[in-house]
C-alpha cells in the first residue's frame, strides 16, 4: 500500500517536471509522460485490488452471524447452543482491513 502511494506520488512529480525547447527533448518528454502515466495507473490498481478484498471480507463477515442464526442450531445440545450464541455474538462486529489501524481500506476510501 505505501509502495503504490510512493509510486503515485513519484509518477505526478515526473509529469510536472518543465518542458525544454530542444526537438529531441520533445521524444524524451513524451516517452517520460508514458512512463509516468504507466507508473501511474499500476499503483491506482494496486490500490483498488487492496480496497477491493478489503470490501469482500468486510461484506463476508457481516453475513457470518445471520448464517450462524439460520441454520438449524435450536434442536442441538445446550452446550452447543451456548457456543453458537457465542459465535453469533462475536461476529455481528465485522472484520475490515486496516492502514496503520487509522482507517478501514474498502471501495468507499478508494473513491
Known amino acids: 500500500m ?6 503515485i506520488c513519484f509518477s505526478i512529480a515526473m509529469l510536472s517536471q518543465p518542458l525544454s525547447n530542444n526537438q529531441n527533448a520533445t521524444l524524451n518528454v513524451m516517452l517520460v509522460g508514458i512512463r509516468a502515466m504507466v507508473f501511474l495507473l499500476y499503483g491506482i490498481m494496486v490500490l483498488l485490488a487492496y480496497s477491493w478484498c478489503g470490501s469482500v471480507i468486510q461484506n463476508k463477515s457481516k453475513s457470518v452471524s ?18 453458537v450464541l457465542i459465535a453469533i455474538t462475536r461476529s455481528q462486529k465485522s472484520l475490515a482491513l486496516t492502514a496503520g489501524k487509522f482507517y478501514d481500506i474498502d471501495l468507499d476510501s478508494f473513491t
Open 66 to 83: 445471520e448464517s450462524l442464526y439460520k441454520s438449524d442450531w435450536s434442536d442441538c445440545s445446550r452446550p452447543f447452543c451456548m457456543n
Open 2 to 7: 505505501v509502495s503504490s502511494t510512493i509510486t
